[in-house]
């Protein structure tokens, strides 16, 4: 779905709201945000919990469709889109890698890896050599008979990383990637994400809570109280001193 | 994605909870082997009872005095063998008609002694029913005539009086009287619940006399073929109505008795199988049940698969592909324990059980029914599941 590759954005958002029910009261999440990912992308989502940004990382990978306002995902309105359609377009455009990795138990690493391509309707040769090239792009080529447990935390993340970018996707959607990871290796796992974004031109998108994680991407979107904080210079450093 | 790979992935659900699979296939198991079982007992007994009614010979009428329905009481025959003669004019052909007097009296052949049923007949017992006399020779129409005393035996009488020796030209005493024995039937077994190689048939006119009587207990008539026995019927009844206008009579043929016998038998199978079904009933709750809690255990599994792209259906599908797993495994399984359980009782009771294809096709048919019956409500459950709340679940 990324036929206008090189010059259409990946992502486009404009005013886009997402309101959510809770107990019969109406609670805003986002209130109105306009943001761009554009192909090969490197930027960061920071914001305290409760921003609105995991709400947004929804809204930006598909997984969920804004209350208001014009969201396009490579190259489609979601408004119009059934669940059904969502889910191709997620399949086909968004990697996503969660914090807690989401690895399928009792399930080896290259099955793992290999899962979106299920959803292609690809055939089990052709999806377990694609899952296995792409294993051997993160560097655990020998770890294809593996199941999660038997992986370290490192290792995990690795194997989701390769499970969102199997299917060659526009956008890697990355949520505090390395919030179950200690530091080294969660530097390690943030370099393979990077140099993937290098390589592979696949725009990264991480969501993450830690400034120096962020200062890393290309540029950087505040959040708070589901706005964009706009980045105005003299504002930078008075942020760097909250907590 | 495709179905083989949907097979493959309910398969190793099912095995990632292999004692909690296998507990709620039980269910299924035990529903469906007590369906099979009850059904083939209820089909042997019914092909049991049809093989008996149909051995007793082909197109046959009988004609009995009083109404031929279940609940009301015999009546006392005002039939004698004048009627008889009136009823073979009736159908043209002495050959076709056949009477009964019945009296239990004791048969003794030197110490040896039994009490049977003692049939008085015409010599055209044995071509209007089926029955074959294995030794020596059966009723003449001479000997009706002349009222002898000549007896052929049941092969049950004949061997507890006789034992291992010829009965034929022995003598016999029937209630004090004796006879000569001519003839031995062959063995015919049971038919409705009668012995019916516990009984000895003498000339019917030799009986009025041992019997100080003159009544005749019924008559059956070989009908010459199937179209016309009910016309036949009706004047076989009519010409006895006229003779005797205090008395109904009633001629019922093989198809009637069948007709009632097959239907109560029919409601009965039907019974036992509802009963049956409720336990499948239970067992399919019970999937019902360990589908929603696997759904909701794997919530974010299910969050996992459509962020990567699995549509609603695709959930759906696996899950309800799960329960139908659950529900035909234990349908296979419970169809052989039922097979084995059915030749179980045929080999070793004198139930019959009669295992039909039929039977074993809608029990499975039933199965894979019940597990997508109970399996929908999960699976859609599964499948509308909002991605973003279902990665949030841990």
């Known amino acids: ?243 | 994605m495709r179905l083989a790979e949907a097979w493959r992935v309910a398969l190793g659900a099912l095995r990632a909870n292999r004692l909690r699979s296998g507990l709620t296939m039980l269910g299924v198991v035990i529903g469906v082997a007590a369906v099979v079982v009850l059904v083939a007992i209820g089909t042997g007994a019914k092909q049991t009872v049809e093989q008996q009614v149909e051995g007793l010979g082909s197109n046959l009428l009988i004609v009995v005095p009083g109404q031929v329905s279940f609940g009301s009481a015999p009546t006392l025959s005002p039939l004698s063998l004048s009627d008889v003669e009136a009823v073979t004019r009736v159908v043209g052909d002495r050959s076709r008609v056949a009477v009964t007097v019945t009296s239990g009296e004791r048969v003794q052949a030197g110490t040896a002694a039994k009490f049977t049923s003692v049939l008085g007949v015409l010599e055209t017992t044995p071509q209007v029913f089926i029955r074959t006399v294995a030794r020596g020779s059966y009723l003449t129409r001479s000997d009706v005539d002349t009222a002898r005393r000549v007896a052929v035996l049941g092969s049950a009488v004949a061997s507890s009086l006789f034992r291992d020796r010829d009965p034929v030209g022995q003598q016999v005493t029937i209630a004090g009287v004796r006879f000569r024995v001519i003839g031995v039937f062959a063995q015919l077994g049971q038919s409705l619940g009668i012995d019916r190689d516990d009984e000895v048939h003498i000339p019917v006119t030799t009986a009025h006399r041992l019997f100080g009587t003159g009544r005749v207990d019924g008559i059956a008539i070989k009908a010459p073929d199937r179209e016309r026995i009910d016309e036949l019927g009706n004047r076989v009844v009519a010409e006895l109505a006229r003779r005797h206008p205090d008395t109904e009579f009633s001629a019922v043929t093989q198809e009637q008795i069948l007709g009632v016998l097959g239907d109560i038998l029919g409601v009965l199978t039907g019974v036992l199988a509802a009963i049956a079904g409720i336990s499948l009933l239970v067992g399919g709750v019970g999937v019902s049940n360990i589908m929603l809690v696997s759904v909701r255990e794997r919530t974010s599994e299910i969050g996992l698969r459509k962020a990567v792209g699995a549509r609603p259906r695709d959930i759906g599908v696996q899950f309800l592909l799960e329960a139908v797993l659950l529900t035909t495994l234990g349908g296979g399984t419970g169809m052989a324990l039922g097979v084995a359980a059915a030749s179980l009782v045929s080999a070793l009771s004198p139930v019959p059980a009669a295992i039909t294809w039929w039977a074993l096709a809608l029990a499975f048919g039933v199965s894979a029914a019940v597990g997508i019956i109970f399996g929908v409500v999960p699976a859609q459950r599964a499948g509308r599941l909002d991605p973003v709340v279902a990665l949030r679940a841990e």
């Open chain 1, 1 to 243: 779905m990324t036929a206008a590759a090189g010059t259409a954005p990946a992502i486009e958002a404009v005013d886009v709201t997402r309101t959510y029910e809770l107990d019969g009261v109406w609670v805003p999440a986002l209130r109105g945000v306009t943001l761009t990912v554009a192909q090969g992308d490197h930027l960061a989502i920071i914001g305290p919990s409760g921003s609105g940004k995991s709400t947004l990382m929804h809204l930006l990978g598909g997984l969920d469709r804004p209350t208001s306002g014009r969201l396009v995902i490579g190259g489609r309105d979601v408004a119009g889109l059934s669940p059904a359609e969502l889910a191709r377009l997620r399949n086909e455009t968004i990697g996503f890698v969660f914090q807690a990795f989401h690895l399928l138990p009792r399930t080896s690493a290259l099955d793992n890896v290999a899962l979106p391509l299920v959803y292609r309707g690809m055939g089990g040769a052709a999806r377990r050599r694609q899952a296995a090239a792409m294993l051997e792009r993160v560097g655990l080529g020998h770890r294809v008979r593996h199941r999660p447990s038997q992986l370290s935390g490192g290792e995990q993340q690795r194997v989701a990383i390769a499970r969102a970018l199997v299917t060659g996707p526009a956008v890697l959607l990355a949520d505090e990637p390395t919030g179950n990871l200690d530091t080294a290796t969660g530097a390690a796992v943030l370099a393979l994400l990077e140099s993937m974004n290098a390589d592979s031109g696949v725009a990264l998108v991480l969501v993450t809570h830690d400034r120096e994680v962020a200062l890393r991407a290309r540029r950087q979107i505040t959040m708070r109280d589901g706005v964009v904080v706009p980045p105005a210079a003299p504002r930078i450093p008075r942020q760097r001193e909250e907590p």
